[in-house]
């Protein structure tokens, strides 16, 4: 039978003294003095009862014990709220709480955190979405140190543990969808498209591709923001914003659309908004499409038509692939540190709701008075 192990509890009922007494003079902690008699009693107790100090964890022990990094570009987009809704449920079963670091798109301030790392001395570190290009090999170094997980765009290859996204074939179902109802005059908006967002052009280069494959490229009108909205601190409407001035602009340019495409559920929420406005019936005189199935995309009088790719699975993924990572280097095998590259992938779906529908191909009969 196993001997009870001794406790602090059992040495002050031995040496006649309160617990508190023999912790702070078994740890050396005097902020207030005992007599040279009380010493030697609680020490002579805990010598005699054989009890051993429980080890002491430093701070930096304890804190690589529980912390994940988490690196956001943006919390305005319900989209990111899911990844960290997925990652947080994960991290927490297993006891880690996580630093969330909001980059705000700012090269400064990716840089700034990166740098903190070593401060924070995390267990694992979580991007959700891809690092900057100019980061890439700081983040590849710092994954031989710390484990890394990214969920990423499919078409940006590192060398470090990934929850995928092929955002190409995104834009090729939403594309698809569309054509299989009929239309043909369609238009995509876009946040920035520029060089350091190109999980961005990917989505839209798979939606105007499979037009092409029709025949019908040249029917497809582009339409991303400025440049300047992703040097600027995003707002909660951004996004929206972006749908919203976009869709009015559209509608004075084209007047043979009948279909516009948000490349996120938010500007699609945006685009919506304005055709409300101009008195547009969604989807009998315009349908409607965005992407990722966000909570408001479901309420019922938006029953918005998008693309379901299981964003908070990915969450979850990513935070059980820096969970393996840490096992994995905490338990070699024979001795040696296995080195594995992750790589989880989600099929997406189109969920079809009340935005979309087949083209209405009478011309609409635009209003003269003022």
């Not at 996204?165 to 090729?172: P, T």
């Amino acid at each position: 039978m196993n001997k009870k192990k001794v406790t602090s509890s059992d040495v002050a009922k031995y040496a006649g003294v309160s617990q508190t007494t023999v912790s702070m003079i078994l740890n050396k902690k005097y902020n207030v003095s005992f007599s040279k008699e009380v010493v030697k009693k609680v020490e002579d107790a805990a010598r005699e009862l054989g009890y051993v100090l429980p080890k002491r964890r430093t701070q930096k022990e304890s804190r690589r014990e529980k912390l994940l990094v988490v690196f956001c570009p943006n919390l305005t987009n319900p989209y990111y709220v899911m990844l960290l809704q997925g990652i947080e449920a994960r991290a927490t079963e297993q006891g880690f709480g996580l630093f969330v670091c909001n980059t705000q798109r700012d090269l400064e301030l990716e840089e700034r955190y990166l740098k903190m790392l070593p401060s924070l001395n995390p267990q694992g570190v979580i991007y959700t979405c891809n690092p900057s290009s100019c980061f890439m090999e700081t983040v590849e170094q710092l994954s031989n140190k710390i484990p890394f997980a990214v969920i990423n765009n499919q078409n940006e290859r590192l060398n470090v543990d990934a929850v995928e996204l092929d955002n190409s074939k995104l834009g090729r179902i939403m594309a698809k969808h569309l054509l299989e109802l009929g239309h043909t005059h369609v238009a995509y908006i876009a946040p920035p498209l520029t060089v350091r967002q190109k999980q961005r052009s990917k989505r839209v280069e798979g939606f105007l591709k499979e037009f092409q494959k029709a025949g019908l490229g040249d029917h497809v009108v582009i339409k991303a923001a400025d440049e300047q909205i992703d040097k600027d601190v995003p707002g909660i409407d951004s996004e929206y914003r972006i749908g919203y001035d976009l869709t009015k602009e559209l509608l004075k340019e084209h007047t043979d659309l009948t279909a516009i495409v948000g490349l996120n559920d938010m500007i699609a929420f945006g685009i919506l908004d304005a055709l409300y406005e101009e008195k547009y019936k969604v989807p009998g005189e315009m349908s409607v499409m965005g992407c990722d199935n966000t909570l408001f995309a479901r309420m019922h009088h938006i029953a918005l038509t998008t693309v379901e790719h299981f964003v908070i699975y990915k969450g979850r993924d990513a935070c059980d692939i820096i969970m393996k990572k840490i096992k994995a280097r905490s338990e070699p095998y024979a001795g040696i540190e296995p080195v594995s590259i992750y790589h989880v992938e989600y099929e997406p779906q189109i969920v079809m709701r009340g935005t979309t529908g087949y083209p209405n191909l009478k011309k609409r009969k635009i209003s003269t008075k003022k």
